[in-house]
């Protein structure tokens, strides 16, 4: 319902406003970008850590692809995720298109090369006398890696955050294959921060626009917060 | 464990006995007692333009209460409403441009057809008209004016139902393959989007109405050539339509739940509905699914002589 303000009023708002609207947005948003991350991490790290002390044949090509991943396009890849789980595409049975899950696919796509590519970089930093040492005192392989992943904790950190802030931030990909699905009862099934704010401003109801956006922002803010915390293992370091 | 299995025998033969008896309850075999819909969610493609004035929610709180489903609504463009059922991603599809409609139902992909609704299409555009189109009741003549008078006109140019009428006026004012000038921009967005585009730099557009009195406080547009509902020309007429995706091709879509969205929105409850939604006190959508005299023309692609173009 608009709001009957004119664009020019002073942004003074009520609260609640649309209280449950923005809050299951909030939702949706939380649960695809995080859900995206996690995923993405897990399947990121071990891969960076084997890119970054394994010599196998095709590691250069599999690093350009991680950096041209690191770029491309979220529209494209909300494309392609579509013609995917499109009831014509090769997923098409499993009912995905226009679902949360078919959001976080696209978004697992974009995270994961930045979070690899930003992995790979930290892990590749970790002195080779650390990883020597690890192993001098009689450590398994994974013991070295859990020696790297430790030492390499705050570039790791970085990466998930890289990761985060594409996905949470990102329109094309997930108004694609989300489809922007609000139910009738006013709460959210695919809309984002991001696909809500670019339908708030084609409306002209630009007061709601900047109340999402400034939530986003804050969210990206908080969530930095924590995996700075995370990364410094509750303290400093040096 | 021979207890057990014949615990579960039981069970089967029970729960056999139980089947059969429905059947013969409903006096004899292989009768349909309709599509269970209950629980069901039904995907409707539809229109940014009967999405963002808020009426669809009003239908579908009303039919979720009724059947005891969920509707999810993906608003979109007319084409890609279209296009989005066309590929099975949508069981209904809502939208307004027969033309289009047609070419779905003649390919066989849309079925059952209905007309729920009109309103109109307006031209509207800065209070000061330099175009000199205020009152009259020619769209084509306004559409003339506007290009003569090199004033900015902003187009859809989403493959809409109202861009796709835009170009049938501009084909009729004489501009066939888009040999616009300087004057003429494609927004490519929303109808929302694009009447806050005109209202920002002072140009004219053609918007649905039901949009244009929805975002009457975001804009200083004014109405200066109208439709049908105030008896303006016919070419501004608005028709929306529903149908049905076909279960023969894509066996994935809800069928029976589309056919009882499509028989709730014709029914008296959803014309009531549509009739009784109103924005700033002003009826959006004209109820036109009951007629006294029938209208047949709504079921096939118009000008359809029966034969069978899947042949």
């Given at each position: 319902?608009?709001?009957?303000?004119?664009?020019?009023?002073?942004?003074?708002?009520?609260?609640?406003?649309e209280w449950n609207y923005i809050r299951s947005i909030i939702e949706v948003s939380l649960y695809v970008s995080v859900t995206a991350v996690v995923l993405s991490t897990l399947v990121s790290l071990p891969v960076a850590l084997l890119v970054g002390f394994k010599e196998f044949p095709g590691k250069t090509l599999l690093t350009s692809i991680i950096n041209t991943?690191?770029?491309?396009?979220?529209?494209?890849?909300?494309?392609?995720?579509?013609?995917?789980?499109?009831?014509?595409?090769?997923?098409?049975?499993?009912?995905?298109?226009f679902t949360p899950e078919a959001m976080i696919m696209s978004q697992f796509v974009l995270a994961a090369p930045v979070i690899t590519g930003v992995c790979l970089a930290a892990v590749s930093s970790v002195e080779q006398n650390?990883?020597?040492?690890?192993?001098?005192?009689?450590?398994?392989?994974?013991?070295?890696?859990?020696?790297?992943?430790?030492?390499?904790?705050?570039?790791?950190?970085?990466?998930?955050?890289?990761?985060?802030?594409?996905?949470?931030?990102?329109?094309?990909?997930?108004?694609?294959?989300?489809?922007?699905?609000?139910?009738?009862?006013?709460?959210?099934?695919?809309?984002?921060?991001?696909?809500?704010?670019?339908?708030?401003?084609?409306?002209?109801?630009?007061?709601?626009?900047?109340?999402?956006?400034?939530?986003?922002?804050?969210?990206?803010?908080?969530?930095?917060?924590?995996?700075?915390?995370?990364?410094?293992?509750?303290?400093?370091?040096? | 464990?021979?207890?057990?299995?014949?615990?579960?025998?039981?069970?089967?033969?029970?729960?056999?006995?139980?089947?059969?008896?429905?059947?013969?309850?409903?006096?004899?075999?292989?009768?349909?007692?309709?599509?269970?819909?209950?629980?069901?969610?039904?995907?409707?493609?539809?229109?940014?333009?009967?999405y963002h004035t808020g009426l669809l929610d009003e239908l579908n709180v009303a039919f979720?209460?009724?059947?005891?489903?969920?509707?999810?609504?993906?608003?979109?463009?007319?084409?890609?409403?279209?296009?989005?059922?066309?590929?099975?991603?949508?069981?209904?599809?809502?939208?307004?441009?027969?033309?289009?409609?047609?070419?779905?139902?003649?390919?066989?992909?849309?079925?059952?057809?209905?007309?729920?609704?009109?309103?109109?299409f307006i031209i509207i555009g800065d209070p000061d008209d330099p175009a000199e189109i205020s009152g009259g009741d020619d769209a084509v003549e306004a559409f003339v004016r506007i290009a003569d008078s090199d004033s900015m006109f902003v187009s859809r140019g989403d493959d809409?139902?109202?861009?796709?009428?835009?170009?049938?006026?501009?084909?009729?004012?004489?501009?066939?393959?888009?040999?616009?000038?300087?004057?003429?921009?494609?927004?490519?967005?929303?109808?929302?989007?694009?009447?806050?585009?005109?209202g920002q730099r002072g140009g004219y557009t053609l918007a649905d109405r039901g949009t244009y009195l929805s975002m009457s406080n975001e804009s200083d547009l004014e109405i200066h050539v109208e439709g049908p509902v105030e008896d303006g020309p016919e070419i501004l007429a608005n028709p929306y339509g529903i149908f049905a995706i076909n279960p023969e091709i894509h066996d994935t879509v809800d069928y029976g739940l589309a056919m009882a969205y499509i028989g709730f929105i014709t029914s008296l409850e959803g014309q009531a509905i549509i009739e009784g939604y109103t924005v700033e006190g002003e009826q959006l959508f004209f109820p036109e699914a009951l007629t006294e005299d029938p209208n047949f023309e709504q079921y096939v692609p118009e000008g359809w002589d029966g034969s069978d173009s899947n042949e």
């Amino acid at each position: 319902m608009p709001l009957g303000l004119p664009i020019h009023a002073p942004l003074i708002v009520e609260f609640p406003f649309e209280w449950n609207y923005i809050r299951s947005i909030i939702e949706v948003s939380l649960y695809v970008s995080v859900t995206a991350v996690v995923l993405s991490t897990l399947v990121s790290l071990p891969v960076a850590l084997l890119v970054g002390f394994k010599e196998f044949p095709g590691k250069t090509l599999l690093t350009s692809i991680i950096n041209t991943g690191m770029g491309f396009p979220s529209v494209v890849v909300g494309l392609l995720v579509l013609f995917t789980v499109s009831n014509e595409g090769p997923l098409g049975s499993w009912d995905l298109v226009f679902t949360p899950e078919a959001m976080i696919m696209s978004q697992f796509v974009l995270a994961a090369p930045v979070i690899t590519g930003v992995c790979l970089a930290a892990v590749s930093s970790v002195e080779q006398n650390v990883r020597d040492a690890a192993y001098a005192m009689g450590g398994t392989r994974f013991d070295v890696a859990l020696v790297t992943i430790k030492e390499a904790r705050y570039g790791i950190a970085t990466a998930v955050l890289a990761g985060f802030g594409r996905a949470i931030s990102e329109v094309g990909g997930v108004l694609i294959v989300g489809g922007n699905i609000a139910g009738s009862d006013g709460t959210s099934y695919t809309r984002t921060l991001t696909t809500a704010i670019q339908l708030e401003a084609q409306q002209g109801r630009f007061e709601t626009a900047m109340i999402l956006g400034a939530i986003l922002v804050v969210l990206v803010l908080i969530v930095n917060a924590i995996v700075v915390r995370l990364g410094n293992g509750g303290g400093r370091y040096e | 464990m021979p207890i057990h299995r014949r615990g579960l025998l039981a069970g089967i033969g029970g729960g056999t006995a139980v089947g059969l008896a429905g059947c013969t309850a409903l006096g004899g075999d292989d009768v349909d007692s309709g599509p269970e819909i209950v629980g069901e969610t039904l995907t409707l493609s539809t229109t940014t333009s009967t999405y963002h004035t808020g009426l669809l929610d009003e239908l579908n709180v009303a039919f979720e209460d009724r059947y005891g489903v969920t509707v999810d609504t993906v608003p979109q463009g007319t084409g890609a409403a279209i296009q989005t059922g066309r590929s099975g991603d949508s069981d209904v599809v809502m939208v307004h441009a027969r033309s289009q409609e047609d070419e779905f139902m003649a390919d066989g992909y849309g079925i059952n057809r209905r007309e729920i609704m009109f309103n109109d299409f307006i031209i509207i555009g800065d209070p000061d008209d330099p175009a000199e189109i205020s009152g009259g009741d020619d769209a084509v003549e306004a559409f003339v004016r506007i290009a003569d008078s090199d004033s900015m006109f902003v187009s859809r140019g989403d493959d809409s139902g109202t861009h796709t009428r835009e170009l049938e006026i501009w084909e009729e004012a004489g501009f066939e393959d888009g040999n616009f000038g300087e004057w003429y921009r494609e927004a490519g967005g929303g109808m929302g989007e694009v009447v806050i585009q005109t209202g920002q730099r002072g140009g004219y557009t053609l918007a649905d109405r039901g949009t244009y009195l929805s975002m009457s406080n975001e804009s200083d547009l004014e109405i200066h050539v109208e439709g049908p509902v105030e008896d303006g020309p016919e070419i501004l007429a608005n028709p929306y339509g529903i149908f049905a995706i076909n279960p023969e091709i894509h066996d994935t879509v809800d069928y029976g739940l589309a056919m009882a969205y499509i028989g709730f929105i014709t029914s008296l409850e959803g014309q009531a509905i549509i009739e009784g939604y109103t924005v700033e006190g002003e009826q959006l959508f004209f109820p036109e699914a009951l007629t006294e005299d029938p209208n047949f023309e709504q079921y096939v692609p118009e000008g359809w002589d029966g034969s069978d173009s899947n042949e």
